[in-house]
């Protein structure tokens, strides 16, 4: 039996690379991968039924902070996460006499501030997902495979019917 919905499945699975490529290409250009955590979490879900159908992506929960920042005057940010990602970028702070800060001196440094100035938000969703050339290649993907599934299904019916 021919899967009259063929097109319109590989369709959600093209839209789902797509916005994994896209949103990883983003945060590489904006320089917001540092221990690969969040970039390594970008990851689509297709769902598909003949009454509804999504292609959704998702990511760790610090795309949030990447996406909307964190206002000033907030709570520090987790201890640990701020520890690894000194540790990834390599960042060493100095003393006056010249010694390295330890990591966890220098975490709760960068915490501080984080906590007392806040993250400018990069929109980066917006930036990936809202951008008009996206949405006009999403709407002409979708209504070439809809049109090809409802030929398949027109020629399958006729051959029935003849």
């Known amino acids: 039996m021919a899967d009259f919905y063929k097109n319109q499945r590989k369709f959600l699975q093209f839209t789902g690379k797509q916005g994994v490529n896209r949103l990883k290409k983003e945060l590489q250009k904006l320089g917001k991968v540092a221990t690969g955590g969040t970039y390594n979490s970008v990851h689509s879900v297709e769902e598909f039924s003949e009454k509804r159908s999504s292609s959704s992506v998702f990511a760790d929960e610090a795309i949030d902070f990447i996406d909307k920042g964190r206002r000033k005057g907030g709570k520090f940010p987790p201890p640990d996460v701020i520890e690894e990602w000194v540790r990834q970028r390599g960042i060493v702070f100095r003393q006056d006499n010249g010694k390295a800060m330890p990591v966890k001196v220098v975490a709760f440094l960068i915490g501080r501030k984080i906590a007392r100035d806040g993250i400018e938000p990069t929109h980066v969703i917006d930036r990936v997902f809202n951008k008009k050339s996206y949405k006009e290649l999403i709407k002409r993907r979708l209504s070439k495979a809809s049109l090809e599934?409802?030929?398949?299904?027109?020629?399958?019916?006729?051959k029935k019917i003849q």
Request: glycine share 0%; net charge positive; aromatic share 0%.
């Open 149 to 158: 599934d409802i030929r398949v299904r027109t020629l399958t019916l006729s």
